[in-house]
């Protein structure tokens, strides 16, 4: 049995387990972190078919600035289990609707988007307002409403909202 000396300095094979156990131990370490970050941050849109999204594009924007040419302001509030809904015009005056439905959709995946229809509200303080019994889980949600205000075209107010306990943040 023969001793083996080590001189100050040398790069032994406990240096090498220990370079080797550090680099994939960061590795891993990066891999969970974006992960776990990726996960419960994204807020992408999934859409049924990319191509036919980005033809309609153009013609979506085009109707989009005629829309906001007309100066109409879209009041959503959600609480206590209820969605309501009324669209006022540039100098503050109610538009009369005659019907609004709201799609609920979930930006990263479909299985719990939601159609609601509203209905006309009734009560002293909601002339105007249409609104339906619905309670969107909490989270980030793009509400997609077309109001029919009597044009050609539904008039479409598209937002992300954040749910926080029940209610519109």
């Known amino acids: 049995m023969t001793a083996t000396m080590h001189t100050a300095g040398e790069f032994t094979g406990k240096h090498m387990l220990l370079t080797v156990l550090g680099f994939f131990g960061v590795v891993i370490g990066v891999n969970v972190t974006m992960a776990t970050l990726a996960s419960t941050s994204w807020t992408g849109l999934v859409v049924e078919n990319t191509y036919v999204a980005s033809q309609q594009f153009n013609n979506r924007a085009k109707q989009g600035r005629a829309q906001a ?42 299985a719990q988007d939601k159609a609601v229809t509203l209905t006309a509200a009734s009560g002293p303080d909601s002339a105007g307002e249409f609104a339906a019994r619905h309670t969107p889980k909490d989270g980030v949600w793009i509400v997609e409403i077309d109001a029919d205000a009597g044009l050609a075209l539904p008039f479409r107010d598209v937002r992300r909202i954040i749910i926080w306990k029940g209610a519109l943040q």
């Open 69 to 110: 040419a007309l100066g109409w302001d879209g009041r959503l509030t959600i609480a206590s289990g209820e969605v309501r809904y009324s669209l006022v015009d540039a100098k503050g005056k109610l538009v009369p609707l005659h019907g609004v439905r709201v799609l609920f959709r979930h930006p990263s995946y479909d």
